[in-house]
C-alpha cells in the first residue's frame, strides 16, 4: 500500500512536465526516426533516458531532466505492480485432490499439471496396487520430464494417499481383499478414510478430480457380458464418483469445483467398449447433473464432467483398439489432429476456476469436435463428395 501510494505521488508531483515532454518529443521526432506521440508512453518514457536527452535536445534544463527522470521511475515502477493483461486462470491458494493418477500419461496426471500451472496445491490418490510403482517412480525422477511446467518449474505433489475407489468404508472391503499382498502395508485406503485423511492433514480442499474407469469385461459386447461385470463397471466408473464427492463435499469450500471424466460411449454406439463402460459413462453424465444441483444448492460447489477424445493412456490400451480409435478421430473429427492430454488439462483448469463460475451440470467436450459428427467421413461412400480437409 505504501509503494502504491508513493508512485502515485511520484506520478503526481510529475504531472506538470509530461505535456511539455511530448512536445519536446515532437520536436525530436526526427531524430529518433518516427512520431513518438504514436508510442505507448512507456516505450517513450523508457526511450528518453538522461542520456538520450542530453545528446539530442540539449536544450533541456536541468530541472526538466530531474522531473523526466521520476516519471520514467514512476512508470517502471507502476508497471511492475500491474495484473497480468487477460484472462489468466489463476488457482493460486487452491488445493486439488485428483482421484486416479496411477502414471505421467493419462488424463489425470495431465489434470494435475494444468491446475498445479495455474498455481493449485496438487493432492493425489493412486489406486493401492499402483502405488509402491508410483510413488517409486516419482521419488527416482522417472517422471520429472512429465512434471515440467510451462514456466520450466517441476510440478510439486504435495502427498499421494492410496486409494480403491470401489469401497466406501472398511467394512465393505471383503477378506480376500484385506488379505491380497498386494494392499499389504497400505491402510485407510477406502474413499471415507481418504477423505478423513486429507482432512487432518489439510482441513479442507478446493478443487475435487475423479479421473478413474474400470470395466473387467470391457472386451466383451453387451449382450455377452455378466451381471457381475457390468455392476461392476458401474461400481468403478460411475458410483465411485458419486462416493467420492459424498465423503469430500463436507471438506470442500464454498465456491468449490468438481470434475469427472467421461467419453461419447455414454451417447454413441462405440463397438468394442463393452462389459457395462458405455452404461457406466452415461451413469456418470447422468449423475452429474444431479450432483450438480445438490452439491450446488448444499455447499455451491459446481459440478460438470469432460467427454475427452481417445489417448494412448495405459487405460486405453487395455481395450485393445486406441490406436484404431484415434486414427478414426483424425480422419473425421472437424480438427484434423491429435488430441493432446494437456489441451483435456487446460479445459479442466478452466472449469475448476473461477471464469467457470456459472457453468456447473455441464458435459464439456474435448475431442476436437467428434462428438458434433453424425457420420464417420472417411466411409468409401463419401469417395465422390468434395469434403475439405485440414490444410497441413
Not at 499439471?113 to 496438487?122: D, M, T
Not at 486429507?198 to 478446493?206: A, C, L
Amino acid at each position: 500500500m505504501a509503494a502504491t501510494a508513493a508512485s502515485s505521488l511520484q506520478i503526481t508531483i510529475a504531472r506538470p512536465c509530461i505535456l511539455s515532454t511530448k512536445r519536446i518529443s515532437s520536436l525530436c521526432s526526427t531524430k529518433f526516426g518516427g512520431d513518438t506521440r504514436k508510442l505507448p508512453w512507456n516505450r517513450l518514457a523508457s526511450s528518453f533516458h538522461v542520456s538520450s536527452i542530453q545528446h539530442f535536445c540539449r536544450n533541456f534544463t536541468s530541472t526538466a531532466q530531474k522531473l523526466q527522470k521520476v516519471v520514467t521511475k514512476a512508470k517502471s515502477e507502476a508497471d511492475d505492480n500491474k495484473p497480468a493483461s487477460g484472462l489468466p486462470i489463476d488457482l493460486k491458494g487452491k488445493r486439488a485432490f485428483i482421484a486416479g493418477v496411477a502414471d505421467d500419461n493419462g488424463y489425470g496426471w495431465a489434470i494435475a499439471k494444468s491446475l498445479a500451472a495455474a498455481g493449485a496445491e496438487i493432492l493425489v490418490g493412486t489406486w493401492v496396487p499402483a502405488l509402491n510403482i508410483f510413488e517409486t517412480s516419482l521419488r527416482r525422477g522417472k517422471f520429472d520430464e512429465s512434471r515440467v511446467l510451462p514456466d520450466g518449474s517441476l510440478m510439486e505433489i504435495t502427498k499421494v494417499y492410496p486409494l480403491d475407489a470401489v469401497f466406501d468404508s472398511l467394512a465393505d472391503v471383503p477378506e480376500d481383499i484385506k488379505a491380497n499382498k498386494r494392499y499389504a502395508g497400505s491402510s485407510k485406503w477406502t474413499v471415507s478414510e481418504v477423505a478423513e485423511s486429507v482432512k487432518e492433514d489439510f482441513g479442507s480442499i478446493d478443487i475435487l478430480v475423479h479421473s478413474l474407469a474400470n470395466g473387467p469385461e470391457v472386451t466383451k459386447p453387451l449382450l455377452e457380458t455378466s451381471r457381475n461385470g457390468y455392476l461392476a463397471a458401474i461400481s468403478a466408473s460411475s458410483y465411485s464418483y458419486v462416493s467420492l464427492l459424498k465423503h469430500f463435499l463436507p471438506i470442500m469450500n464454498p465456491g468449490g469445483s468438481s470434475i469427472s471424466l467421461t467419453y461419447i460411449a455414454s451417447e454413441r454406439i462405440i463397438p468394442g467398449y463393452g462389459g457395462g463402460m458405455s452404461s457406466a459413462k452415461a451413469a456418470l453424465e447422468s449423475d452429474t447433473r444431479v450432483l450438480a444441483f445438490e452439491a450446488g444448492r448444499k455447499k455451491k460447489v459446481r459440478v460438470n464432467t469432460v467427454s475427452a477424445g481417445p489417448l494412448r493412456s495405459r487405460a486405453a490400451k487395455a481395450i485393445g483398439f486406441i490406436d484404431m480409435m484415434i486414427d478414426y478421430s483424425i480422419a473425421n473429427a472437424p480438427l484434423q489432429k491429435e488430441l493432446s492430454a494437456d489441451e483435456v488439462g487446460n479445459a479442466a483448469a478452466f472449469l475448476a476456476s473461477p471464469l467457470a463460475s456459472a457453468i456447473t451440470g455441464a458435459v464439456i467436450y474435448v475431442d476436437n469436435g467428434l462428438n458434433a459428427m453424425g457420420v464417420g467421413i472417411d466411409s468409401p461412400i463419401f469417395k465422390d463428395l468434395n469434403i475439405p480437409k485440414s490444410a497441413e
